[in-house]
C-alpha cells in the first residue's frame, strides 16, 4: 500500500526546516492517501519537495513527528536498529563508564526516536512512550536494545513502562503502568556521583528517578564540605546527600511530600549520613520565610522546585513564583555564601529565568557574582530547533550582602 503524502502549506514548516521534529496540524495543507493514525507518511514542502518521513497522528495537535530527513530511507527493521544503536554509542562517548549504571538511553526527538524515553537504572530498564506512531515500535525498541547491553556487558533483569503521563491523552492513548516481559522486583539500588539511592520505578516521579541532574548534583560536592546546607524540594535527597557524601556539617532537606521525606531518609540510612543529613515534610514557600524570621542562615541553600509551568500561556505566573522562590531562599544565605538555583520548564527559557533571579537579587538586597551556568546532563542531548528538548536551567552564585 502506497504511504499516505502530507504536504505543508506555502511558508509553513520552519521547525522541521531548523532541524527540529514536529509539523502542527495548522502547518498542514492537505493529507492525501488512506493512512491509520500511527503511520509512517511522507511529507512534502508546499511545492513537492519531499522533507522526509514520520508518524501522523489526527488526534494529536503534534500531527507529525519526523523520523528521517533521508529521501530514500524506508522506515524499517534496519532504521529502528540504527538509531538504538547510535542512542546507545552516544552515551558510551559522553558518559564516564562509571555513569553508565543508571542514565538516559533514549531521548525522544533528541536521539531521533520522538515520543519515547528509555531509562537504565543499573540492571532494570524504565520506557516511557508518548506518542502514538513510537509506541507500535517499541517493543522492537526494547530487544534492540537489550541486545546492544547484553553485548557489552550489562545485565538486564526486567524492563517496567512508565507510560502514565497525562500528555498520552493529548495522542489518544491512555496512561498505562506495567511489565514489559517477566515482572521482577521493581526496587532498584544505583550509585550516582558514589551515592546510594534506592529507586522506586513503579510510584516514583517520572521514570523512578530525575537522572538530569546528575553532574549538577555533582558540582554542589565541592561547595559543601563542612557547610551548613538547605535543600529545597528535595525529592528524594539527591542533592543533599551529595552535600553529606562531600562532607557537609549540618544538611536540612525539606520536601512536601511524606512519601519523598521517607524514601530522603532512607536513602540517608543507606549513605550512612543520617546523623548529618535529616529530611522533614513543609510547604517550602510557607517555610522560609519562618526560617528566615527565626534568624536561620545557611552556607549553602539549593533550590530544585518543580516546573512553574507546563504551558507557554502559564509563563507569567511562573516568573512570580520563580521570583518568589529565589528571594526567599537568598534572604536565608550568609553574606558569602552560594545559592544554587533551577527550573525544569522549557517554556521558562534561560533568558526569563535569569531575568526573574536578578528581579530576585534586588527585592531580596542581595548582589549576586555567578560562579556557573550549567544545563542537563549530556545524556539529555539538546536538539537544536526542538525547543522542548532545552528545559533544565541550573545557576550557581555567591550572594553578597548589599553594603
Known amino acids: 500500500m502506497a504511504e499516505a503524502v502530507v504536504v505543508l502549506k506555502k511558508g509553513e514548516g520552519r521547525t522541521i526546516k531548523a532541524g527540529g521534529a514536529w509539523i502542527f496540524d495548522n502547518e498542514i495543507d492537505t493529507i492525501t492517501g488512506s493512512f491509520e493514525n500511527g503511520d509512517i507518511v511522507i511529507v512534502h514542502d508546499f511545492d513537492g519537495y519531499m522533507m522526509g518521513r514520520g508518524f501522523v497522528n489526527t488526534n494529536s495537535k503534534i500531527r507529525v513527528r519526523m523520523l528521517t530527513r533521508d529521501k530514500e530511507q524506508q522506515i524499517d527493521d534496519e532504521f529502528i536498529r540504527m538509531r538504538v544503536k547510535n542512542a546507545w554509542e552516544y552515551r558510551k562517548s559522553v558518559l564516564l563508564p562509571v555513569d553508565l549504571n543508571c542514565c538516559r538511553v533514549i531521548f525522544g526527538e533528541a536521539d531521533f526516536l520522538p515520543g519515547l524515553v528509555i531509562d537504565k537504572y543499573d540492571d532494570v530498564l524504565v520506557v516511557e512512550s508518548l506518542a502514538l506512531g513510537i509506541d507500535k515500535f517499541k517493543i522492537q525498541i526494547v530487544e534492540y536494545l537489550k541486545e546492544l547491553l547484553l553485548a557489552d556487558g550489562f545485565t538486564v533483569r526486567g524492563v517496567y513502562e512508565r507510560s502514565d503521563a497525562a500528555v498520552r491523552k493529548k495522542e489518544g492513548l491512555a496512561p498505562y503502568k506495567g511489565f514489559i516481559g517477566e515482572e521482577f522486583d521493581t526496587n532498584v539500588e544505583i550509585v550516582e556521583n558514589g551515592v546510594h539511592y534506592m529507586v522506586d520505578v513503579v510510584n516514583g516521579q517520572k521514570t523512578g528517578?530525575?537522572?538530569?541532574?546528575?553532574?549538577?548534583?555533582?558540582?554542589?560536592?565541592?561547595?559543601?564540605?563542612?557547610?551548613?546546607?538547605?535543600?529545597?524540594?528535595?525529592?528524594?535527597?539527591?542533592?543533599?546527600?551529595?552535600?553529606?557524601?562531600?562532607?557537609?556539617?549540618?544538611?536540612?532537606?525539606?520536601?512536601?511530600?511524606?512519601?519523598?521525606?521517607?524514601?530522603?531518609?532512607?536513602?540517608?540510612?543507606?549513605?550512612?549520613?543520617?546523623?548529618?543529613?535529616?529530611?522533614?515534610?513543609?510547604?517550602?514557600?510557607?517555610?522560609?520565610?519562618?526560617?528566615?524570621?527565626?534568624?536561620?542562615r545557611y552556607d549553602v541553600v539549593i533550590l530544585d522546585p518543580p516546573a512553574f509551568t507546563k504551558s507557554r500561556e502559564a509563563t507569567k505566573n511562573a516568573m512570580k513564583g520563580y521570583r518568589e522562590i529565589n528571594m526567599k531562599g537568598m534572604k536565608l544565605v550568609k553574606d558569602g555564601g552560594y545559592l544554587a538555583t533551577c527550573s525544569c520548564s522549557h517554556f521558562m527559557t534561560q533568558e526569563l529565568f535569569v531575568k526573574v533571579i536578578g528581579q530576585a537579587a534586588k527585592a531580596a538586597h542581595k548582589r549576586l557574582r555567578q560562579v556557573e551556568f550549567r544545563t542537563q546532563a549530556p545524556d539529555h542531548p539538546i536538539l537544536w530547533a526542538a525547543d522542548e528538548s532545552y528545559y533544565l536551567k541550573f545557576l550557581v552564585f555567591q550572594v553578597v550582602d548589599e553594603k
Open 209 to 296: 528517578f530525575f537522572l538530569d541532574q546528575k553532574y549538577n548534583r555533582l558540582a554542589i560536592q565541592r561547595l559543601c564540605k563542612d557547610k551548613r546546607v538547605l535543600d529545597c524540594f528535595t525529592h528524594m535527597g539527591t542533592f543533599a546527600l551529595n552535600a553529606g557524601i562531600a562532607g557537609a556539617a549540618e544538611v536540612t532537606g525539606l520536601d512536601i511530600s511524606d512519601f519523598a521525606v521517607k524514601q530522603a531518609t532512607d536513602n540517608a540510612k543507606l549513605n550512612g549520613l543520617d546523623e548529618r543529613v535529616k529530611f522533614r515534610q513543609a510547604n517550602v514557600l510557607d517555610e522560609l520565610p519562618k526560617l528566615n524570621e527565626a534568624g536561620e
